[in-house]
């Protein structure tokens, strides 16, 4: 019974972590155009570059820091993007807050991905996949909120001051051993000293669970550079799927769904498309992480998602380069959330069941890095399509970063471009 509701303790916890990890990322993304109008898509790789350098560096010194500080360190970037992004002087100063929330975004994905190996992997990954689908319904919901009450970014990032210290107690209070490096020692001590003694099946289960993973941690410390390497290139069946879906889906959420609407000449009716597209794409993101578990996983399955990606991205081209249909294609965008958070989930799960024990936590902690590739592809190439497709129906009403070589924003009426805020806000602040 005891273990029954530690697991079930366990799998709240990561569910919990997941969903808090990817929220300010998302209401990040939600707020682009506060932090930098004049380039969204800078935004956008802010969001993701930093979170590619954490993951890719991760498995060369993960080994040496342990969970829990790990964790701090996680917490601690939050307050520090928070602060940086509602107080910062101009935009390049405000994108160095939305680096640091990128960095704990790796750090944690990286990190907890990992961790997941030292419990019960199937319905830890699931839970943690979850939390990460619903963070996007979450933080979206969180932006419409501050919006219908009127109030401005600044008031909203410091009223998410909250997020860090429920991060910290939600590892600290939900979660139980092993994360507790201090513990792993002692228990291992313990267990030579009695090994013939009969103890309680709840505590038997736990020594065994950190003798392995130790085990795990000595066989992966041993590898050299080049043979951590060669490891992680052997990944591909699984990070080739992921990197495809993610380049696919992000190239349709900043390239096409941003140059869609009924008519595409009028701006408000691209930002309705542009918003209830991504809503219901991240509706198909959390059931699909939610209920993937019930499907049956193999690589096929895994490969044929990402192929149905790269389908659904050709059809929302076709969609947006010759104007097509109307409200029925957020049916299509549900299904986009589908596919992606159903390769999610599906990618981590077969790694956790296929790889060798030993090795499970380096594979889930460099797998990760695949579909942060596939973002930075997907963010330059929607930078370019919207130009393109701005300048193939001829939307003048907002000039695009990149015009794809046309010339028609050359008398554009620059007040169009103009914004006047009414959100209340902190004193002194404009909203």
Known sequence: MRGQCRLYANVIAFWIL???????WVVLNAGANEINSAGIALVYLANVLPSLTMKLS????????????????????????????????????????????????????????????????????????????????????????????????QVELMVALWLPLAFLLAFHCLLGPPWIDEERGARLDCAADSADSNSEELESEETVSVMEHHASELAT?????????????????????????????YTIQSGFWAAMGFPVTDPTSRHHFYKWSNFMYQIGVF??????????????????????????????????????????????????????????????????????????ELAL???????????????????LIQGCVFGHLQVVDDVPNFKCGYDIWDSVNKTLQEKTYHAHCFPGIKG
């Not at 107080?87 to 994108?95: C, D, I, R, V």
């Not at 050299?224 to 290139?233: A, C, D, K, V």
């Not at 081209?317 to 299904?335: E, K, T, V, Y």
């Not at 959330?337 to 999610?344: A, H, N, Q, S």
């Open 18 to 24: 997941g969903l808090l990890n990817n929220f300010l």
């Open 58 to 153: 991760g498995p060369y010194w993960f080994h040496y820091v342990s969970y829990k500080y790990r964790i701090w360190l996680i917490a601690l970037l939050m307050v520090l993007c928070l602060l940086q992004v509602a107080w910062g002087q101009g935009p390049y100063q405000k994108l160095i807050g939305v680096g640091m929330a990128s960095m704990a975004a790796g750090i944690g994905e990286a990190s907890l991905l990992a961790m997941a190996s030292f419990y019960e992997a199937k319905p830890c990954l699931t839970a943690w996949s979850s939390g990460t689908g619903f963070a996007g319904i979450a933080g979206y919901v969180w932006s419409l909120l501050f919006d219908y009450l009127d109030l401005c970014f």
């Open 221 to 249: 410390a041993k590898l050299s550079f080049q043979e951590r390497f060669g490891y992680i290139l052997s990944l591909w069946p699984y990070t080739v799927p992921l990197f495809f879906v993610y380049a696919a889906e």
């Open 287 to 360: 059931i699909s992480r939610s209920a993937f578990i019930l499907i049956c996983r193999n690589r096929k399955v895994l490969w044929c998602g990402g192929f149905l990606q790269v389908v659904m991205a050709l059809f929302f081209a076709a969609a947006a380069w010759q104007p097509f249909g109307d409200w029925w294609l957020l049916a299509p965008a549900f299904f986009v959330g589908c596919l992606g958070g159903g390769v999610y989930v599906g990618a981590f799960t077969l790694i956790a069941q296929e790889q060798p024990a030993s090795f499970v």
């Open 365 to 383: 902690s460099a797998a990760s890095v695949a579909d942060t590739f596939g973002m930075i592809a997907a963010n330059i190439m929607g930078l």
